[in-house]
């Protein structure tokens, strides 16, 4: 009875060492899908920040970019408004130096035209004068 009872012992902690080590495995490769499935979480969730941060840097240079043509925008046209004040300027100098010399010139026409009237006028007065003196 003894000994019935000593290989009942053993068959029962060999079945408990069988089930344990089978539970073992169980647990091992319950593990290892565990952890399989969390470096493809945590593959998965650093392929997403790396292309949000990707996305971020594209976003931030696309403005840096946009600012910096706005702000050429704005300087170019500056420029041409500054231009185009300084063609008015010279324009505008150009056109009194113009009237200024025309208004000489015309001046001086004038002033030619009177003195040949007046030589005129007297050469008529002195011929008038002879004519008289001849009658």
């Known amino acids: 009875h003894e000994r019935e ?5 053993c068959e029962l902690a060999a ?6 080590e089978k539970l073992r495995a169980e647990l ?3 593990q290892r899908l565990l952890l399989d499935e969390l470096r493809q979480q945590m593959e998965a969730t650093h392929r997403a920040e790396h ?3 990707q996305l971020q840097s594209q976003t931030l240079h696309s403005l840096e970019l946009e600012a910096l ?12 408004e500054l231009t185009q004040s300084n063609l008015r300027k010279e324009k505008e100098t150009a056109l009194v130096e113009l009237r200024e010399m025309l208004n000489d010139k015309r001046a001086q026409e004038v002033a030619i035209l009177q003195s040949r009237h007046q030589l005129e ?4 007065k002195e011929q ?8």
């Open 28 to 30: 091992k490769e319950e």
């Open 69 to 80: 043509r706005l702000t050429l925008n704005n300087m170019h046209t500056s420029q041409l």
């Open 128 to 135: 008038c004068l002879k004519e008289k003196e001849d009658l």
């Open 15 to 20: 079945k408990h060492s069988e089930e344990m």
């Open 5 to 9: 009872h000593d290989r009942e012992i």
């Open 121 to 124: 006028w007297e050469k008529f």
């Open 51 to 53: 292309e949000q941060a």
